[in-house]
């Protein structure tokens, strides 16, 4: 399995953006599928993930009123839309992928990423 992170960008604070994470293959498993970020100089942090096949979510507090996780299986890509970003959202932000029946799963496991996508939040 690959995943490809994209959508990062440079944006103001207050802005928005919309990352995409798709996935090379498919699988009938269940599976989570979710976000993580990691600041210069900090831990990488989760942020969000979402079961596959039920669409059940999980936020972070940090992010949870501010970020939207998303699916289309059609197009077998995940999302994550961030608004009203903050300069302490600025990071490399990673998605990750692993087999789990619960979506908490994620956040102890991960067994494939994606390359990163750089969100700088900037006046």
């Known amino acids: 399995v690959q995943l490809q992170a994209s959508g990062g960008g440079s944006v103001q604070p207050g802005g928005s953006l919309r990352l995409s994470c798709a996935a090379s293959?498919?699988?009938?498993?269940?599976?989570?599928i979710g976000w993580f970020r990691q600041a210069p100089g900090k831990e990488r942090e989760f942020l969000a993930a979402?079961?596959?096949?039920?669409?059940?979510?999980l936020y972070s507090d940090s992010v949870k009123d501010r970020f939207t996780i998303s699916r289309d299986s059609a197009k077998n890509t995940m999302y994550l839309q961030m608004n009203s970003l903050k300069p302490e959202d600025t990071a490399v932000y990673y998605c990750?992928?692993?087999?789990?029946?619960?979506?908490?799963?994620?956040?102890?496991?991960?067994?494939?990423w994606g390359q990163g996508t750089l969100v700088t939040v900037s006046s």
């Open positions: 293959t498919r699988t009938f498993s269940s599976y989570v």
């Open positions: 990750a992928r692993r087999q789990a029946d619960v979506v908490t799963a994620l956040k102890y496991r991960q067994d494939y």
């Open positions: 979402i079961m596959w096949n039920s669409g059940i979510t």
